[in-house]
């Protein structure tokens, strides 16, 4: 996107520098189970600027007295959480890089999510590249005037809040075998809080419990990075196990589980902006669009890109017997604009939101970056390719 930038980059770029990098960022805590891409992404300022307008805009709607009984079915009912937060403690927004119909360079709202990303593990990881790659001057990875020890402050603060660390827990399912696991081991780094799994969380009247080091030690707030979802295709015994969540218990959340519903796909419908391609839930369809190929089809309850149907048939739409679950989107135009030694990359940025207790609205702090030269973005669909997957964006300052 910078292209003096990027071609001073790539000159400099060699094999073994990516090597030592990989080497030392795997000697932490073991081989990340994901693929690291070769290169950051330099966002200049007037496009991180139409990101943060988009971002507002969103945050407009979710601080809107009527936003809560608009999204009520959002939420499962058999999933819903009792005790509320009155709002989202984080949110992500992901943003394609596009071309829209000048030619130009435009981000695209493609996903929110009112829940945690790799909050932890993205500090990790300029760290170590930094330590073999340089960065440009004026361009830096965190937002709002953050440097690295402001945002882990903020970090802490988010998870921890007003507790001992030891109270606090960061709930996960199986948490040891999951592909985003360094981010729970960087969390403790940062926060000394400790991912525990939903199985091994005891109960006693309204309060939890979990073995910490021998001590059974009471939970006061839970940093929850569970996906409902995902826990609903385990085993009955371990949905069992987690039925607990559902009840009436002294802790407190963060996020609460009800916000992943809330501020997600089954938002975009509600907002109008020439930044968020046009989002219609499917039951509200009148008319199936003549223009399929323009058009992606997504189920509101899955994560990580399940479901999704990219090429999109009058018959996949008629073969959906829950519409009210699913949305039609209008496909965005990903520009692939990360010029590499073979093809380009295609790229998405994650803009992560903290929204502290006391703060009026959230605020921007941190990102991700993710590189694709398939049809889907997710590091997942682009293990055969070089110059792909987890990276991070430099923004210029």
């Not at 330590?131 to 953050?146: A, I, K, M, Q």
């Not at 992943?260 to 039951?283: A, C, E, G, W």
Request: with cysteine; proline share 6%.
């Amino acid at each position: 996107m910078v292209p003096e930038l990027r071609q001073a980059f790539n000159k400099e770029f060699t094999e073994e520098k990516f090597q030592a990098f990989l080497n030392e960022i795997h000697s932490v805590h073991g081989e990340i189970e994901f693929r690291m891409a070769e290169t950051p992404v330099f966002i200049p300022k007037d496009f991180l600027n139409q990101m943060l307008d988009t971002c507002e805009s969103i945050i407009d709607v979710i601080l809107q007295p009527d936003f809560r009984q608009l999204t009520e079915n959002a939420i499962p009912e058999k999933l819903r959480v009792p005790n509320e937060t009155a709002f989202p403690h984080c949110i992500a927004f992901d943003f394609g890089i596009c071309k829209n119909d000048n030619g130009g360079l435009e981000p695209q709202l493609i996903e929110m999510q009112g829940f945690p990303s790799l909050f932890a593990y993205q500090v990790l990881l300029e760290d170590v590249f930094t330590h073999h790659f340089e960065v440009p001057e004026n361009y830096r990875t965190f937002l709002n005037g953050h440097n690295k020890a402001s945002y882990l402050q903020e970090l802490r603060d988010l998870i921890v809040g007003r507790h001992d660390p030891k109270n606090v827990v960061l709930l996960e399912l199986f948490p040891e075998k999951q592909k985003t696991k360094i981010d729970f081991y960087c969390t403790e780094d940062y926060t000394s809080v400790k991912s525990v799994c939903i199985t091994k969380i005891i109960k006693r009247d309204h309060q939890l419990f979990y073995d910490n080091e021998g001590i059974e030690t009471k939970i006061e707030r839970i940093y929850n990075r569970l996906i409902f979802d995902e826990l609903l295709q385990q085993e009955q015994w371990v949905q069992d196990k987690a039925k607990i969540l559902f009840e009436d218990l002294d802790v407190e959340w963060m996020p609460h589980p009800n916000w992943f519903y809330r501020v997600s796909k089954y938002t975009m419908p509600l907002i109008d902006h020439p930044n968020i391609p046009k989002t219609q839930f499917l039951d509200k369809v009148s008319n199936i669009p003549a223009d399929l190929e323009n058009y992606v089809l997504k189920p509101l309850f899955s994560f990580a890109g399940q479901g999704v149907v990219i090429d999109v048939t009058k018959e996949d739409i008629e073969n959906v017997k829950d519409p009210q679950n699913w949305i039609l989107q209008r496909k965005v135009n990903y520009a692939p604009v990360v010029e590499t030694p073979d093809e380009p990359a295609k790229a998405e940025i994650r803009l992560f939101y903290f929204w502290k207790d006391g703060d009026a609205r959230p605020n921007p702090t941190n990102s991700l970056a993710r590189l694709s030269k398939g049809k889907m973005i997710g590091v997942r669909y682009n293990k055969d390719k070089i110059w792909t997957g987890g990276s991070f964006a430099l923004f210029e300052a």
